[in-house]
């Protein structure tokens, strides 16, 4: 399994990017600062998606819209979760009052 490379800072890649524009291959890039290829070409089609120039066959969310879905996807599981809380809340409160009314 691949490592794992902390974030690289957004000065750095935005600098790979103007430079892969410029006429650089992201191959020679990534030899000479370290990082993947790959790396950078995501980063470029990214920078792309969110000026509203997406490349041929790379259409997708912008930056903005992908943090936005993280935090509701987020948003999701904490209310799914207090949901969950609270009708096993109800069930313990409707059975413990169920029993003493027999009584």
Request: charged residues 30%; neutral net charge; aromatic residues 6%.
């Amino acid at each position: 399994m691949p490592q794992s490379h902390a974030p690289y800072a957004p000065e750095f890649r935005q600098q790979l990017i103007e430079l892969v524009r410029a006429g650089r291959s992201p191959e020679q890039l990534a030899e000479e600062f370290g990082c993947s290829a790959q790396s950078i070409r995501n980063w470029v089609a990214q920078e792309a998606i969110d000026e509203g120039k997406p490349l041929p066959g790379k259409a997708g969310l912008t930056t903005a819209e992908r943090e936005e879905l993280a935090r509701l996807r987020r948003e999701n599981r904490q209310l799914k979760m207090e949901r969950d809380i609270l009708a096993k809340a109800t069930a313990w409160f409707a059975g413990k009052n169920g029993g003493s009314s027999n009584s």
